[in-house]
C-alpha cells in the first residue's frame, strides 16, 4: 500500500529544477496561507523512507517543516539530482559512498549534515543454515559498489572465509582476495538484486535497507552481521542527511537534522529495526 506520506515519484522531479534558491529562501517566496517551509529529500524507502514518514506524520509540522519525500530505489539517482537542484536534500548513503561519488563529480559539492542510522549488512542464505555449512566452490554475491564491496569481503573475512590483501586499502576488491581455502565465487551485483540472487547463489552479503524489504530475517538463514569496527564504522558508514553545499547551514536543513536525532526518531528506530538498523548519537 502507498504510504500517504510520499508524495513525489522521481519522474516528476523536472518540474523542481526551477527553484534554485535555499529552502528557507524559497519558502519565502511561496504564496498562500502555509508558514511551513516545505523540503524535497530523496530516500530509499527502506529504512530512510520510513524514518522520514515518521517525522513527517509526528513531528515536522510543529517545527514548521513540510517533508515532501521522493523514494528513488536506485543508488545512483539522488546525488545528481540533488546536486541539479531537483532535490533540497538526500538521506541514502554514507559518507564512503558519497566521497566516492564527488571524487567522480568535483564540480558538485555535496556535504554531509548530520549522521541518523547505520545499517548492518548481512550474510543470508537459502541453502545452508551455518557459515560452517558452506560449501567449496559456493557462489556468494556481494554488492558493486566500491565501498559496500569492501564492507562485504571484510564480513566474508571475519567469518574466516576469505583474505584480503592488506595492501588492497580501504576500498578492496574480489580481485584483492588474498586467500580462498574453500574456492568460493565471489559474484558482485546491482545491491538491489542481491536478495532475489539467494535463490541462484549459496548465500549472498546484503544491504540492511534491502534486506528488510525483503525481509530476509523471515524469508531466509542470517548467517553472519557485518562486524562492528568500532568509531571508524560509525563514522564510515552512517547513513545521513547530504546537500548542497551553500545549503549546508540553511534553517530548515538544520531544524531536520534536530528532528532526526530526536528521542522518537530512536525510539522509533530502535523498536522497528531492533538492531538490524540503529541511530547514530547526536553529533551535536
Known amino acids: 500500500m502507498r504510504k500517504p506520506w510520499a508524495i513525489l515519484a522521481a519522474a516528476t522531479l523536472t518540474t523542481t529544477l526551477a527553484a534554485c534558491g535555499s529552502p528557507s529562501e524559497n519558502a519565502a517566496q511561496q504564496e498562500g496561507d502555509s508558514d511551513l517551509t516545505t523540503l524535497r529529500i530523496g ?20 517545527a514548521g517543516l513540510n517533508l515532501e ?32 561519488w564527488q571524487a567522480a563529480n568535483p564540480d558538485d559539492e555535496l556535504v554531509y549534515v548530520s549522521d541518523v542510522h547505520v545499517e548492518r549488512l548481512g550474510l543470508y542464505s537459502t541453502k545452508v543454515e551455518d557459515v560452517a555449512d558452506i560449501p567449496e566452490g559456493a557462489e556468494i554475491a556481494v554488492p558493486n559498489d566500491a565501498a559496500n564491496l569492501d564492507r562485504a569481503l571484510t564480513t566474508l573475512e571475519a567469518e574466516g572465509l576469505i583474505t584480503v590483501d592488506p595492501e588492497a586499502g580501504a576500498l578492496a576488491t574480489e580481485k584483492d582476495i588474498a586467500d580462498n581455502p574453500k574456492d568460493i565465487k565471489v559474484t558482485p551485483l546491482e545491491a538491489a538484486q542481491l536478495p532475489r540472487s539467494l535463490g541462484d547463489v549459496d548465500a549472498a552479503v546484503v544491504n540492511g535497507n534491502y534486506a528488510i524489504e525483503a525481509d530476509l530475517a523471515t524469508e531466509a538463514n542470517t548467517l553472519a552481521w557485518e562486524p562492528d569496527g568500532g568509531a571508524d564504522y560509525v563514522e564510515n558508514y552512517a547513513n545521513g542527511l547530504v546537500v548542497r553545499a ?30 538490524v538498523v540503529f541511530p547514530v548519537e547526536n553529533q551535536a
Open 43 to 62: 530516500v530509499n524507502p527502506v529504512p530512510h523512507g520510513d524514518i522520514l514518514g515518521f517525522v513527517q506524520e509526528n513531528l515536522a509540522e510543529e
Open 69 to 100: 519525500i521522493v523514494e528513488i530505489a536506485d543508488y545512483n539517482q539522488p546525488n545528481p539530482q540533488l546536486a541539479e537542484g531537483a532535490l533540497d536534500a538526500n538521506y541514502f548513503q554514507h559518507r564512503v559512498f558519497l566521497g566516492e
Open 246 to 275: 551553500e545549503d549546508q547551514d540553511d534553517p530548515a536543513v538544520t531544524k531536520l537534522a534536530e528532528l532526526l536525532h530526536s528521542d522518537e526518531v530512536v525510539s522509533y528506530i530502535e523498536e522497528t529495526w531492533q538492531g
